[in-house]
């Protein structure tokens, strides 16, 4: 009954911005589907239908040569490790700063605030380049070191900024005068009240912080030399944008087409291997992402 009086009051043009809504949102949904499902297609298809363009979102010529291929490989597996090591402790880190940063710049007696809250932004603009950075991370002893990965990184100003807005406008300062009148010190109030009341936006960041280290190849490329501790993506990038396929997952003995068709297997195979995992990540932090943990908090 309900239902049927809200649709009688919609008006046409509520209608027609709802299905203009859909459709681009469709539209949307396809132009990101599309690709993923594509490599995934190619990645199982036999690679001579893939070259020639024969094969669409259904695989063709059902092949598993380039996931073995992947699999037997021990620098992808090298690679999981270090990628997966550099992923949890430097989100840790970076969740652990950023909250930590975030709390007392969202405190309104906080004496400092406001010049805090200038340098910070200023760091935001402008920085002292990739030059002087490397000259640090070496002069500082990490050069070649998976802290090399994780201290530089350590905390993102604009993500400090989004956790500095969401507890000034979620927690209210009659939570934290009611436990300094039970005794609560500022430390207690951070782990106490502001953590557990902060989910939503913790599984943000580590989402943003997550998905930036899994991807991250850049800074590996300049300060790391020992390819055991290159991660994940250094070695899919060897593969994709260098042409060293050959050189990694072929023997010496295969004639060369043989090797550029499983090449272009592998490429597709590596692709969706690497991005398996942190797709996986989103579903256990969904539930989170739902506002109004503050319901109820306040009464009167």
Not at 63 to 78: K, P, T
Not at 180 to 197: K, M, Q, T, W
Request: proline share 4%.
């Amino acid at each position: 009954m309900e239902a049927a009086s809200q649709r009688i009051r919609e008006s046409h043009g509520d209608r027609l911005f709802l299905t203009i809504t859909y459709i681009l949102i469709g539209i949307l949904v396809l132009a990101i589907l599309y690709p993923l499902l594509y490599v995934v297609s190619a990645s199982f298809s036999d690679p001579k239908l893939v070259i020639s363009g024969n094969i669409g979102l259904i695989p063709k010529g059902f092949n598993l040569e380039a996931y073995q291929r992947v699999f037997m490989n021990h620098e992808i597996w090298i690679g999981y490790r270090n990628t997966i090591l550099y992923t949890v402790l430097g989100t840790a880190v970076n969740i652990s700063l950023t909250m930590m940063g975030a709390y007392p710049l969202s405190r309104r007696n906080f004496p400092w605030r406001r010049s805090c809250m200038i340098f910070f932004t200023i760091t935001m603009f402008f920085s002292g380049g990739i030059v002087p950075m490397y000259l640090l991370v070496r002069n500082l002893g990490m050069y070649n070191s998976m802290w090399a990965l994780i201290l530089p990184t350590a905390i993102n100003v604009y993500n400090m900024i989004v956790a500095r807005t969401f507890l000034e406008t979620t927690i209210d300062e009659q939570i934290y005068e009611s436990a300094y009148i039970d005794g609560c010190s500022n430390i207690r109030a951070f782990f106490s009240i502001v953590l557990p009341l902060c989910a939503p936006i913790m599984a943000v960041l580590v989402l943003f912080y997550a998905v930036y280290h899994w991807n991250s190849y850049f800074e590996a490329m300049i300060y790391l030399k020992d390819r055991t501790l290159y991660p994940l993506q250094l070695f899919l990038r060897e593969i994709l944008v260098m042409n060293q396929s050959d050189n990694v997952m072929m023997d010496s003995i295969e004639m060369d087409t043989s090797k550029f068709l499983v090449a272009e297997g592998v490429k597709y195979a590596v692709i969706i291997v690497s991005s398996v995992p942190i797709l996986m990540l989103y579903p256990f932090l969904q539930k989170y992402f739902v506002k109004g943990m503050m319901i109820g908090a306040l009464k009167g």
